[in-house]
């Protein structure tokens, strides 16, 4: 991760809106129906380009692809493991968004709706066999496709592509434990974790799991505390050997733009985000049950050479962030670890699923980008003169 010494650099965290045209190819592929595989590729390939020189325009240093080639953040991952069958038996929606459900009835009702637009449901999966990484072509397809587009713009400071964690997307129904399990999925998608750093890239690995096992209310608080530094465990050892500075840790509320009453606070959860070796470590802030958290870093110790990448850009609402809002945000964090050690970034994803209707319209999008660029601009005043 690079860490200015003279401004304050911007990022965000990964997925972007897919072109429409684009949507047609892949919903066609993901049901399984026939499609040109040509034009699925130009389409990616283009669509990544102008991604890419769209974050660029607007201002952003660390760039990634927007994800446009895959289907979702998380069960994109499906496709590239073995192992795994259809099931009935998993429920998609964590414990989590239950409570919530329960005590809002009335608009989840009509939230919960939006995923009809979606262009495939979130496939149900079990493990049912030994665990291992399939997916190099597709890998090696997203890889080249940033590559190219990166050789399009100028002024980019660095570029990272998106993985999951181990964990979220399939049950253990082949494995003597669970935590066999996910060690098992853990070496498999440490082949592509290689494969991205390998490419020049730095690698951001997904993990709104770390939250949802803190907040899982079927959990008994002991076991909640044992799953979560299991979890960091199974995480570390997939990324071994990986210099620290070349692993960005994103984790969220995830994609319940709810009330979100029912959170716990970030206090709870960063002594177990830090456990998990990163460079740089991209969370919630503009979330508004959140917003008021950044004072928690007044007692955390920042690991040596890793920085802090605030969500301040929010993914849930269409509002575009004042620039001076977000330049005060940053100088909140640079009070307290440093002005080197904050890079403004996103609450999370802004298509987080290939949809007709993503979370937050992209002609938004790109004026929040171009917002989080003016605050950043003039918090680099403030903090360097």
Known sequence: MQRSTDRVLTTHVGSLARPEALLDTMREK???????????????????????????????????????GKVS??????????????????????????VEIDAFPEYYEGYLGKYTKTVAPMVEIACTGPVRYTGHDELQTDLANLQKALA???????????????????????????????????????????AIVDAGFLLQVDDPWLIEILSDPTLEPADRDRTAREHAEIVNHSLRGIPTEKIR????YGL????????????????????????????????PRHMHEWKIWQDLALPE????????????????????LIADMIGWYASVVGRENVIAGADCGFSSRA????????????????ALSQGAAIATERLWG
């Open 355 to 370: 949809s007709y209707s993503p979370e937050v319209h992209p002609s938004v999008v790109w004026e929040k980008f171009r």
């Open 152 to 194: 399009g713009v100028s002024g980019v400071v660095e570029a990272f592509l998106p993985s999951t964690s181990p964990r979220g997307f399939g049950r253990n129904e082949y494995y003597a434990t669970d935590r066999e399990y996910y060690e098992a999925v853990g070496e498999a998608l440490r082949e592509e974790y290689l």
């Open 249 to 252: 840790l994103h984790t969220c």
């Open 73 to 98: 953040f998380a069960t994109y991952i499906q496709r590239r493991l073995d192992g795994f069958a259809p099931d009935s038996g998993e429920r998609l929606l964590p414990p989590s968004w239950q």
């Open 305 to 324: 050479g890793s920085v802090l990448i605030p969500g301040l850009l929010g993914h849930a609402q269409n509002y575009v962030e004042h620039p001076e």
């Open 30 to 68: 993901e049901h399984g129906r026939p499609y040109d595989a040509d034009l699925f590729a130009r389409q990616v390939t283009e669509a990544v380009a102008d991604a890419v020189a769209r974050q660029r325009e607007t201002g952003i240093d660390v760039v990634t692809d927007g994800e446009m």
């Open 256 to 287: 319940n733009h709810g009330p979100r009453i029912h959170d716990i606070g970030m206090g709870e959860v960063a002594p177990y985000m830090l456990g998990i070796r990163a460079g740089g470590y991209s969370f919630e802030v503009a979330n």
